[in-house]
């Protein structure tokens, strides 16, 4: 048994280490591969082992599940000299990436096929997995930062796939502007880590922070640069705009970004929290900047025409929820956030032609606005009723308690008429269950995180209030008033997102002005004299 055991770790934690340099490897022989058959075996390549990685990080879960369980298999001993951490994040993780790898490469292959972008898609593919793996799977901090800028790096190639676009060039010059500020913050954030506890190495600094406490300059200021890194890779305001211009690369690429590479920032964030005493002045940054941009992408979110804008503004305000939750202290709720968003996503981008063939499709016409709020009230007392019964299921937080409230009575607001009592009953029941799917997910997840929700702080409190308060009172105004000369302006100014993108825009077209094609000025016409004199 003990050899069988540690087969399966040797094996399991070999193919964590081999993973992303045989994806390294494979992207170097697809770039050179000219046939069309060596093409074809490179992209099945990619796909066999982006699901070998979802099968040992399947066999690396069932061991830890087992060492919780209380059969030491040594793992952590096993896994710490080859430089890799697995513990409960890293496997969700993993398996997330991996999942999402075979479904985007399976997609690509039929999506791009033809298509001009198909030899340069699959090797800076490989690269953005490679990367996002080795910054999952390491528990070195260098490692890990480098992992980032290459995540970014390899990511602006593929935005830019089609280089004649003179709009999708700028809006991938405006991303890497963005990035590069990111990257700064995350080296700063990496540097001030190491000043405070003298290493790079998690285990070791995970060590060093339960056995002391957070005093000094170092750990706030660090926060503070974790915290502009997030919003840098999260496109949180104002660093956003480019989130919105990327469209014109392939489906493959947008599903890529959105469901992947976008939620790094949380990530970090949730790697490096226990590092911190409590919440700190990098919490209240991400409360105060997720929190306004969530309200802003959502209400432009609602004025958007575009399938596909709209799904942008979306990622851009599910960011800012996701790290307004890590500034609120509750961990548990931003990882299955990030986790549901990531599928949603993803499948959201891949059948957005389903999307836009559904959104032809004639409404169903909205019940009385005094039912729908009778019916979204009751959901909701009912909701309520069941957290201040259980209030561990958020924390002991009643801001997490309010958001999933509304998100229940939220639900029933677009409640169609004509419904008889059974099936209102019905749509009601099937809001409530938001509850306890809610409570199954965080049971799963929250063993994953090294430790539970920090306590809320008067500030942070106060500051997430407001910006849940502004929220609701805003989008009852959109949804009960919607023909209102009032919020008739406000759509007019929120189609635009309040033109909070104008500044760094401007900036970086004036930055990257040389490396910008000028466009294309189209011929005149040659002019002839016809028989009768006109000219044509």
């Not at 055991?5 to 050179?32: C, E, M, N, T, Y």
């Not at 060492?67 to 890799?84: C, I, N, Q, S």
Request: proline letters at 6%; a positive charge; charged letters at 10%.
């Amino acid at each position: 048994m003990t050899t069988l055991l540690d087969a399966a770790i040797h094996a399991s934690l070999a193919v964590w280490l081999a993973l992303p340099v045989a994806l390294l490897l494979l992207a170097g022989w697809s770039g050179r591969a000219t046939t069309p058959a060596r093409q074809r075996r490179a992209w099945r390549l990619g796909q066999a082992l982006m699901a070998g990685s979802f099968l040992a990080s399947a066999a690396i879960g069932a061991l830890l599940v087992a060492d919780a369980a209380g059969l030491a298999t040594g793992l952590p001993a096993v896994a710490a000299p080859l430089g890799l951490y697995p513990d409960g994040l890293a496997v969700w993780m993993a398996l997330l990436i991996s999942f999402l790898g075979v479904v985007l490469l399976r997609f690509a292959d039929g999506y791009l096929e033809g298509d001009r972008g198909r030899a340069r898609f699959l090797p800076w593919c490989l690269v953005v997995l490679a990367s996002v793996l080795l910054l999952v799977f390491t528990h070195h901090l260098l490692v890990m930062l480098v992992a980032w800028v290459g995540v970014s790096l390899a990511l602006h190639h593929l935005l830019t796939l089609y280089p004649e676009r003179r709009e999708a060039r700028r809006a991938a010059w405006q991303k890497f502007a963005v990035s590069r500020l990111g990257d700064l913050a995350l080296l700063a954030a990496v540097g001030l880590l190491f000043h405070h506890y003298g290493s790079f190495e998690l285990p070791v600094l995970l060590a060093a922070a339960e056995a002391t406490t957070g005093e000094g300059w170092a750990l706030p200021a660090a926060s503070v640069a974790l915290a502009l890194a997030a919003l840098c890779k999260c496109a949180q305001l104002p660093l956003h705009g480019w989130l919105m211009k990327v469209m014109e690369a392939p489906t493959p690429v947008s599903a890529l970004l959105h469901a992947g590479v976008i939620n790094l920032g949380g990530y970090v964030w949730l790697r490096l929290y226990p590092l911190f005493d409590g919440l700190t002045p990098g919490h209240l940054l991400l409360v105060a900047i997720g929190g306004t941009t969530a309200i802003v992408a959502v209400l432009t979110m609602l004025t958007q025409a575009s399938v596909k804008h709209a799904l942008a503004w979306s990622t851009c305000a599910q960011m800012g929820f996701m790290l307004l939750e890590i500034g609120l202290g509750a961990y548990t709720l931003a990882l299955v956030h990030l986790l549901a968003h990531s599928l949603y996503k993803a499948h959201s981008f891949l059948a957005s032609g389903r999307t836009v063939r559904a959104a032809r499709c004639s409404r169903l016409p909205l019940a009385p606005l005094q039912e729908r709020l009778a019916t979204a009230g009751l959901a909701a007392a009912a909701a309520g009723a069941v957290l201040l019964a259980w209030p561990a299921l958020v924390s002991h937080n009643p801001l997490l308690g309010a958001l999933l409230t509304l998100a229940v009575g939220g639900a029933l607001l677009g409640l169609p008429a004509g419904l008889d009592r059974p099936r209102r009953l019905l749509l009601a029941a099937m809001a409530l269950a938001l509850v306890p799917l809610y409570a199954l997910l965080h049971a799963l997840v929250a063993p994953a995180l090294p430790r539970a929700a920090d306590p809320l702080t008067l500030a942070a409190g106060l500051l997430g209030a407001a910006l849940l308060m502004t929220l609701v009172g805003l989008a009852l105004a959109v949804t009960l008033r919607p023909r209102h000369p009032a919020v008739a302006r406000w759509r007019t100014h929120f189609r635009q997102g309040l033109y909070a993108h104008l500044p760094l825009e401007r900036a970086t077209d004036r930055l990257m002005r040389h490396r910008l094609p000028e466009p294309t000025r189209l011929s005149r016409p040659s002019r002839t004299v016809t028989a009768r004199g006109e000219v044509s």
